[in-house]
Structures are given as structure tokens and as C-alpha cells.
């Protein structure tokens, strides 16, 4: 077990290896080609895909805490709500110019994850799954009672929104709302990514995987959590914030379960932990949900909670895992 | 820096009227090498625990370079320069051997919160890391996941991270257990090599081992120790003999 | 005198409440502190309880004290077979895989209730000897909430003297402390955690079938209601009944007293007082740390 014989350059080139960095491939412009595509075949579709986006987007927020860091919440949708009441409200009290408003959004989210955050993530495990619960529970009451401030049942209306950069005013047909939301995706897809590919993306990595051991190895774990939950916020409550703005209506389910529990459950099914999970997990739950739900909401629960199940059982890394394991399998099988 | 790099004062322990630490005491100076044996149950991982802060003791003192750490968290006994290793191996099974290091030197570096960037733009870490996993020897798997290796390689990527974290005090914990022995050959060879600055504080079942690694040993037994001394006082101590072998006086 | 009438009706309504969360979630503490299985399905079962009541009241006649019984058994005999089917899986996964597994039979459970009984609010009839009020002055009761408590309180006496007196108890109580040495002193640790699910679902039942003049059927009552019994889960402490009684009683007369006093803040309150009473002992009350 001697030294090799080789110099520090190279022997600093065997250990960068080891760190896999993520480089552009042609495969990473397949998200993005199908944005276009969306957009130029199925323009009476826009409404929907920009919901998709916006799903897009709020899944990655989650795959940050939850796939990387390893923060299991069951009140993400929380943070989403309040971004959208925070951009509502700003567009009625404040101003109807958008882009501040999704910087009020994220500002919401942010702050609320933050103060939470550092109240709970002390806590780990069941414990920390029935505090996010109750907290989003909470904000939901909350919500829903203070009537004067959020209009309560009836949702938050009479808004309005201001042109996009005082020129694309927002259109009927929902393509100025499109690609607001697929600028906003791409600006935060690529936070994401640096995020991820940061000392603080493995440093929360290592405490998703094993807090003890980056507590033994001097690191504030609590304190790294808070940091991460609320940049988690920030985005989802850009998600929230877009949703606000391109439909112009804030009702009380954005702060509910359901939307806590459809999150987890794009995401699982996309994948976490990958970034591009989200990105699938979203636009088949959305996609499917949209028809489904069109059809019969029951049908639609039924054939959910079926698919739930076959994932965590054979596929607990979601499509993309399955994806990568088949891949890896069919390359093995070549060798 | 005068004084002791570990000192352990009259620590005792209790889980209720269970106490499974009895008025314990250890010092070590800088570039000691020291190891604690005991037959199993005498509650040498409890001391690890009390002494790396997973543990509250009881009562006693526990102090590191001078400094009163005995109600300190393991955050702050690691930055006063106290590490440990895991009897069990305790590592990140998705991440690779590089990353492991990367990990503790980042958070050595202060790194560990920043948002930004790469580790392996930074050439002083980079370099830092490949010294260190070839020192252990693990330089050809650093591009390696964890959970694809080997029992005996996962033992050395602990003490990998333990260097990397540049300790004054290193605590490990039953480093050469379920190692075939060719590899506790090796283990033993790297044990030598430790800078001579860093005070060493072995715990082991294996008697070769520490016998040919430890300059003074302390006896654990029931919790309580036994005797102190350089090898030669404790393999000729009566008491050990018994303790080990179970030969009693009486029969 | 009024205010006392007022207080009392109040304090038996919200005991009742308590007392039907509480039956609930026997049986969900109970997995979670012994088998450290999430099971967020549990309320389903108290819905399929409920709803089975309803089936044999609608199709064959049968008084509410009639089906009561027969439901209940039921149910154990539902949760006895997915317990050896699907909670194999779920036993098998990690803890985040557990939360979506068990929110996913939820699902189906949900699916099937709406399929098979639609989606509108049910109750179950109150038999005729228990309903109306006991008056006494200005303090004016429902029977039958009267009963609920009486009821729910016997079970609760009986679940303690058990625990406590019986051998089965104490093998039940050996299996949660450490299965491991319950194992090895000859405890068959998976037979006893089966039996448990299967009461644990029928105590569910019982507080389905009992319950829905304050819980109304319908095909989300899996759901409705199930974060307020994670809470009183949580709050009591995993694995204690005794903490679930507790837990129940608080949170169950905080959200009545809370919503008659202070209809304002709504149940605003009662998840904040969860939210505090968690941070100031995770384990909850009863709990171990």
C-alpha cells in the first residue's frame, strides 16, 4: 500500500474523477426541446402546459429538500400557497408588475420556510413529518379564516397583472403566461444545478444520507437544513407565485394536502434526487391527472393509488431511476 | 501548547440506576499513543461515546487542549479537534470514496455552506485529497461507491476521513474489526505511519495490534479501569490475565 | 346557571369527539410505536367500518347495535388479509416509501368506498332508546354522545386492565420495549404484531361505526380526518394508548371548546397547540425519547 509513483497533477485528476461532475449532454436539451414542441403543436393546450411548468418548478423545489437533502415533508404545499397569496396580494395592494411580484413570492416562501425550518429541523424522522403536517395545517386554517386578508372559500380575486416587461401583455391564450413560466423554469432549473453541483449541494447530500457522521465531522447540520428548506421555499413560492399571476385566482387549495401529497408523489414517480425527476414526475402526473380527472376523479384516485404502490415497490427511484438502472443493465449486457 | 491534548477527569455514566461508567480517567499527550482494551460489555464504545459528545456523562470532566468540552455538542469537540471513526462503518453508501474526503475537507476548508462553485475546482483541496487516499492507499478507488466495496477498503475510507479532518486528537474505534488479517496487517502499518504531532487513542480487541501499536494501555473492565501502563506492565499483570483468560483463583 | 348547562353539553360533545379520535387512533399508535409502520390508511379502516355498518343498516335491516359487531369483525378480517398481503411491501420499504404506499391504499380504499356507496355524507341511525337528551335543569345532554363516552371510556378500562394484568398484555408490551428479546425468549413477535393490526382496525371500526354523527361517512373520510388523528398520535406519544387518551381528550376538547369560544381562529388553534406542544417534547407525551 505504498505511494504511487505518479505526480500531484495526476494523481489530483484520479480524485476530480471521483467527483462527478455534471456535464451539458445533448440529452439535456430534451426538457427543453419539448417545451418548443409544446408550444408549436398544441397551442390550444398552453393553459395546461404552462400548468405543467409551474408543477415543474415546484416538484424541483422539493426534490431539493426532499431528494438531496432529505427533508421528508408532508406541508410543502405551504410554501407554494403562501407565495401565491404573497404575489396576489402584491399584485392588489402593491403593484401589478410581475416579475417583482414573483420576487415577493419567493421572498414569501422563503421566509416562511426559513422561520419553520428553524423551529423543526431540529427534529428528524416521524417527528418531523407530523410538524411539517401540522404547520401546513395550520397556514391552511389560517388562511382560510383571516377571510379579509385571502377571501377565504371564495379565493383571492381582482387582480391585475401587468404586461411582461411592459410589452407581452398577458394573453387569452395563455402564451405570454408559457413562457414567462419557461424563463422562470430555466433561471431556476440552472440555481438548482449550480446549488447541486455546490460544496453545500454535498454537503447536504451527506446529511441526507448520514447526519451523525457529518455532525462528527463538524458541521452545523440544523443549520445547513434551515439554509437549504428555505431556498426550497424561495422556488416553491415562485411556483405559487406563477400560478397566482397566470390564472389570476388564489384559492384555498394551494395551501392544502392534496397539493402536499400530489408534490410528493410527482416527485416520486419522476424520481429524486436527479433534478430531471421532477421535470418527468410533473408533466405525467399533470398530463394524466388533466385527462383523468375529466374523466372520473375516483377512477383517477384509484388508478393513482395503484401506481403509488408498483412505484415504491419496483421502482423506488422513480421512472428516471428505472430509466438509469435499464440503461446500465443494457450497457452491462453489451460488455 | 502546554498541558494534555485529551484529559478525561473522574467521568462516570448512568442510565438510571444502571451505571455502566465508573469514575473513569485518561490523559493523553500530544503525539501519544495510547489504546484502551477490555473484555466485551466493559463499555469501551460508551467511553468513545462520552468522550465524542454523542453522550452526556454523568459526572467528570472532560477537557481537549485545556478547553472544557464535557457539555460540548460533537460539532464543537470537532472543531476543538477531536475526531473519531465508527466501529461499525458509518459512510455515505451513494457517495464515492472521493467525495468522502472531499466532505470532511470541505467542512475542515469551511466550505461546507457554500452555494456556489465546485470542490473540485479548488486545487489546494483537490491535491489535499489525493494526498490523503494515497497515503491510505485508496487513490485507485476514489471514483469508487462506497456501497460497491469492500468490508476492509469501507474501514480504510474511515480513517481516510479522520486524516482529512487534520485532528490533534484521533479516537478510533475497534478500526481492525472483522478485517482478515492480511488487511489488519496493512491497518497496522498506516496506524505506525500517523503524524506524531496527533495523540492517538485506540480502542481494539485485537491484542497483536495493540501490543505492537500502543506506548500505554488502560484496562476497561465493568465500566471501571483496571490498570494503566506500557505494554509490558499489562501483559505481565496478573489481574489481565484473568480478566481475559477467566482463569480464577478460586475453584 | 346557563353558562353552566352550556359548558356541559360542550364538555360532553367534545368528550364524545375525543372519545371517537381516540378509538381511532388506538390502533394507529399502536403500529406506529410497536412496528415503527407508518400506516396512513389507518382511517380508512375506521371508514370501512363505517361504512360496512351502513350496508348491513341499508340492506338487511339490521339496528346500528346489530351491525356494530358485525362490522367490526369486518374490518379485522379486511385488515387481517392486507396485512398479509399489500403491508408486506410496506413493512419492506423505508419510512418516506411506507407514508406514499399507505397514502396510496388509501386511495383505493377511497375509490372503492365511492364506487360502492357513492359520494354523498351518510350517518348511521341512532337507535331509538338512545336518542334525545338527558335534561337536568339548564344542562341539557345527548344520550347518545352520553353513551359514546360510556362506551369508549369501558373500552379504554378494559385495553388498561389488559395491558397491564393479562399475560397477553404483557407479552404485547415485552414485543414493543424490544421484539429482539422477545424473539428469543419465545414471543412470536410477527403473530402478535398481526393480531394487534387486526384489533387495532377493529377498535377503528368501532369508532367509525359509533362516530358518525360527529364524523359523517363519505368517501374522503379517509383523509379528512386523518390528520387530526396523526396529530393526537403524535401528540400522545408513539406506541402509548395511554398518551392517545390523553392526547385525544386535549386536542378533542380544544377543538370544541375552541370553535364555541373563539370561532375566529377556528381550528387554528389546535394545530398550533400541536405544533408547540411538539417542539417542547418531540415524543410526544407519553412517549419514549
Not at chain 1, 401589478?96 to 428553524?118: D, F
Amino acid at each position: 500500500m505504498k505511494g504511487t509513483a505518479s505526480g500531484p497533477a495526476e494523481r489530483s485528476a484520479v480524485v476530480r474523477e471521483g467527483f462527478e461532475r455534471h456535464r451539458f449532454g445533448w440529452l439535456d436539451a430534451l426538457p427543453w426541446l419539448c417545451v418548443v414542441l409544446w408550444f408549436v403543436l398544441a397551442p390550444g393546450y398552453l393553459p395546461l402546459g404552462t400548468q405543467v411548468i409551474v408543477m415543474i418548478i415546484f416538484t424541483l423545489s422539493l426534490d431539493l429538500a426532499l431528494g438531496y437533502g432529505g427533508i421528508e415533508t408532508l406541508g410543502h404545499a405551504a410554501l407554494f400557497g403562501l407565495g401565491a397569496y404573497g404575489a396576489g396580494l402584491y399584485a392588489l395592494h402593491v403593484s401589478s408588475e410581475p416579475i417583482s411580484g414573483l420576487a415577493a413570492a419567493a421572498l414569501a416562501g422563503a421566509l416562511a420556510a426559513l422561520l419553520t425550518g428553524a423551529l423543526i429541523l431540529r427534529t428528524r424522522g416521524l417527528t418531523l413529518v407530523m410538524l411539517t403536517l401540522a404547520v401546513a395545517t395550520l397556514v391552511a386554517e389560517l388562511a382560510s379564516t383571516w377571510k379579509s386578508l385571502t377571501g377565504g372559500d371564495d379565493g383571492l380575486t381582482g387582480y391585475q397583472i401587468a404586461p411582461l416587461l411592459g410589452l407581452f401583455g398577458f394573453d387569452l391564450a395563455g402564451r405570454t403566461a408559457y413562457w414567462y413560466a419557461a424563463a422562470a423554469l430555466a433561471v431556476l432549473f440552472l440555481v438548482s444545478r449550480w446549488l447541486v453541483n455546490s460544496p453545500f449541494g454535498l454537503t447536504v447530500r451527506g446529511i441526507r444520507d448520514n447526519p451523525v457522521r457529518m455532525r462528527m465531522m463538524g458541521v452545523q447540520v440544523t443549520r445547513r437544513l434551515v439554509m437549504l428548506y428555505a431556498i426550497s421555499g424561495a422556488i416553491a413560492g415562485v411556483a405559487g407565485g406563477l400560478t397566482a399571476q397566470v390564472t389570476k385566482l388564489v384559492g384555498l387549495d394551494v395551501l392544502g394536502l392534496g397539493l402536499s401529497a400530489n408534490v410528493l408523489i410527482m416527485l416520486i414517480i419522476g424520481g429524486p434526487g436527479r433534478l430531471y425527476g421532477a421535470f418527468l414526475g410533473a408533466a405525467v402526473f399533470v398530463i394524466l391527472s388533466d385527462r383523468a380527472a375529466a374523466i372520473n376523479p375516483f377512477h383517477w384516485l384509484f388508478a393513482l393509488g395503484l401506481v403509488l404502490i408498483l412505484v415504491v415497490r419496483f421502482a423506488p427511484s422513480g421512472l428516471l431511476g428505472a430509466a438509469e438502472r435499464a440503461v446500465a443493465h443494457a450497457l452491462r449486457r453489451r460488455a | 501548547m502546554t498541558g494534555h491534548a485529551l484529559e478525561v477527569i473522574g467521568v462516570s455514566k448512568s442510565f438510571g440506576a444502571l451505571q455502566v461508567s465508573k469514575n473513569l480517567s485518561l490523559s493523553l499527550e500530544r503525539g501519544a499513543r495510547h489504546a484502551i482494551i477490555g473484555p466485551n460489555g466493559a463499555g469501551k464504545t460508551t467511553f468513545v461515546h462520552l468522550v465524542s459528545g454523542l453522550l452526556r456523562p454523568t459526572k467528570g470532566t472532560i477537557r481537549l487542549d485545556g478547553h472544557d468540552v464535557t457539555a460540548a455538542s460533537p460539532e464543537r469537540r470537532v472543531a476543538h479537534g477531536l475526531v473519531r471513526t465508527f466501529q461499525i462503518s458509518s459512510l455515505f453508501p451513494k457517495l464515492t470514496v472521493a467525495q468522502h474526503v472531499g466532505l470532511a475537507l470541505s467542512a475542515r476548508y469551511g466550505y461546507d455552506a457554500k452555494p456556489w462553485g465546485e470542490l473540485s475546482d479548488r486545487t489546494e483541496l483537490m491535491n489535499e485529497a489525493a494526498q490523503i487516499l494515497d497515503s491510505v492507499g485508496l487513490l485507485k478507488h476514489a471514483a469508487t461507491r462506497v456501497a460497491s466495496m469492500a468490508y476492509g477498503l469501507r474501514r480504510l475510507i474511515e480513517v481516510a476521513i479522520a486524516l482529512a479532518l487534520r485532528p490533534k486528537v484521533l479516537l478510533l474505534d475497534e478500526p481492525a474489526a472483522g478485517l482478515p488479517s492480511g488487511d489488519r496487517a496493512a491497518l497496522l502499518e498506516l496506524l505506525l505511519r500517523l503524524p506524531r504531532d496527533m495523540a492517538v487513542l485506540v480502542i481494539e480487541h485485537d491484542m497483536s495490534l495493540v501490543f505492537r501499536f500502543a506506548e500505554r494501555i488502560s484496562v476497561l473492565v465493568e465500566g471501571a479501569i483496571l490498570l494503566e501502563g506500557t505494554p509490558a506492565d499489562v501483559r505481565s499483570d496478573p489481574r489481565v490475565r484473568t480478566v481475559y483468560l477467566g482463569t480464577r483463583a478460586h475453584g | 346557571m346557563r353558562y353552566l348547562g352550556t359548558a356541559a353539553t360542550l364538555l360532553v360533545d367534545g368528550i364524545a369527539f375525543s372519545m371517537v379520535l381516540f378509538l381511532i387512533s388506538i390502533g394507529m399508535t399502536v403500529t406506529l410505536g410497536i412496528m415503527r409502520v407508518v400506516n396512513l390508511a389507518h382511517c380508512a379502516f375506521a371508514m370501512a367500518g363505517g361504512y360496512l355498518a351502513l350496508a348491513l343498516v341499508q340492506h338487511a335491516s339490521l339496528g346500528l347495535m346489530a351491525a356494530l359487531p358485525i362490522a367490526v369483525i369486518g374490518t379485522m378480517i379486511l385488515g387481517a388479509v392486507l396485512e398479509k398481503t399489500v403491508y408486506r411491501w410496506v413493512y419492506a420499504t423505508s419510512e418516506l416509501g411506507q407514508i406514499l404506499m399507505t397514502i396510496g391504499l388509501t386511495f383505493l380504499m377511497i375509490a372503492a368506498a365511492n364506487l360502492l356507496f357513492g359520494s354523498t355524507l351518510q350517518t348511521l341511525p341512532v337507535p331509538k332508546p338512545l336518542a334525545g337528551t338527558w335534561e337536568a335543569g339548564d344542562v341539557i345532554l345527548s344520550t347518545y354522545r352520553g353513551f359514546l363516552v360510556l362506551v369508549a371510556g369501558a373500552i379504554a378500562a378494559t385495553l388498561w386492565a389488559v395491558m397491564e394484568y393479562t399475560d397477553v398484555g404483557a407479552r404485547l408490551r415485552a414485543a414493543v420495549d424490544n421484539p429482539r428479546i422477545a424473539r428469543a425468549v419465545g414471543i412470536n413477535v410477527p403473530r402478535v404484531f398481526a393480531a394487534t393490526f387486526a384489533l387495532g382496525c377493529g377498535l377503528a371500526a368501532i369508532g367509525g361505526v359509533l362516530g358518525t354523527q360527529m364524523l359523517p361517512l363519505e368517501p374522503w373520510y379517509a383523509l379528512k380526518y386523518l390528520v387530526l388523528v396523526l396529530m393526537v398520535v403524535a401528540v400522545g406519544g408513539l406506541g402509548s394508548i395511554q398518551g392517545s387518551f390523553y392526547a385525544a381528550l386535549l386536542l378533542g376538547l380544544i377543538d370544541t371548546f375552541g370553535r364555541y369560544l373563539v370561532p375566529a381562529l377556528g381550528a387554528f388553534l389546535i394545530y398550533l397547540a400541536v405544533v408547540a406542544l411538539l417542539l417542547w417534547r418531540p415524543q410526544g407525551l407519553f412517549g419514549r425519547s
